[in-house]
Every structure is written in C-alpha cells, then in structure tokens.
C-alpha cells in the first residue's frame, strides 16, 4: 500500500508454511501497527524472532513521529533485533510484518541477511516481496528470503483501511 494514497492492501488465504508461532507473532506486530495510530503514522508493526523463536526486535511505523523518512516498521525492528543480536546479520531470524514490505524495507530484508519474511497483507501498488516487484527472491541476489503471506491479513488490512477512511 502506497503510503500518500491509501490504495487497498489486497487480503488472500494465508500461506500454509506459517507456523502456530509466527501467527502468534503477527499478533504482536498488529499491536504495534495500532500503537502507531498514536502519532499519526500509516498503522503497519513488525517483529523479528530470533532463531530459538524469541521476540529479539519490535518496530512500527515511526516517518511521523520522528520526522524520518526511513523509519518504516521493518528497519525499526530490524535496527532492534541487530542491537539486540549484537550484530547485523540476522542469519536464522524471522521478520512478521503487517504488510508486505516496500522496496526499501525488501533490500534492508536481504541486507540484513534475513532468511524469512511472513506477512499480513499483500501490497499491490507498492509491495515488493511478490506483488510489484520480487526483490526477495531475485535469482540475481546473493541471497533470498523465503516468504509466507495472508497471515492476519484481514486484521492487518483493516487496520490500514480504518486508517486512510480517516484522512480522507
């Protein structure tokens, strides 16, 4: 979802190989996607679990409340999970996010060296993880993200359609 325009997250059955505790963890990330409600920012929350499972990064969009262009939910929680991890590889992790991520936050998924992605809702207009672009899983990479999608996805959607309904 274009985050000037409010165009419609697309909501699809969610992908079979998410497992019992990533769909856990999207719960999480949905909380996080309505604490940013709370200052203005478009509602999308992420969460890394490290290898054993655990919560080791949280993020949500913070572009408003910190004037940061850059500060999309999964940089926020990758930036977490490296300080956490004491590293930036985050070889074994899993990034749960509300929506599939936008191109900055697909390259920042394979920088960090994150093997899988599981999502909420997809992203026609602007997603790049299967919808627009496949930066994930570009044979050209040196690495690829394994991606799972349509966890949650009609909470994580409705979050965004509330959201864009209000700034209309």
């Keep these: 979802m274009d985050e000037h325009d409010g165009t419609a997250p697309v909501v699809t059955p969610a992908s079979p190989g998410a497992t019992a505790a990533e769909h856990a963890a999207m719960g999480l990330a949905l909380d996080e996607a309505r604490a940013a409600l709370g200052t203005g920012d478009v509602p999308v929350g992420a969460v890394v679990l490290g290898p054993d499972g655990a919560v080791v990064g949280r993020g949500r969009n913070l572009r408003e409340a910190d ?41 920042a998924t394979l920088l960090a060296r994150v093997p899988r992605l599981v999502l909420g809702a997809w992203d026609p207009k602007a997603g790049a993880c299967g919808s627009q ?22 909470e994580s959607a409705d979050l965004l359609h509330g959201f864009f309904a209000a700034h209309r």
């Design 133 to 154: 672009w496949d930066v994930v899983r570009d044979r050209r990479s040196t690495h690829r993200v394994e991606v799972h999608g349509g966890v949650r996805a009609a």
């Design 67 to 107: 004037a940061d262009p850059v500060a999309h939910a999964e940089v926020v929680a990758l930036r977490d999970a490296a300080r956490t991890l004491g590293g930036w590889r985050l070889d074994g992790c899993t990034l749960v996010v509300t929506l599939e991520p936008c191109l900055m936050c697909a390259g």
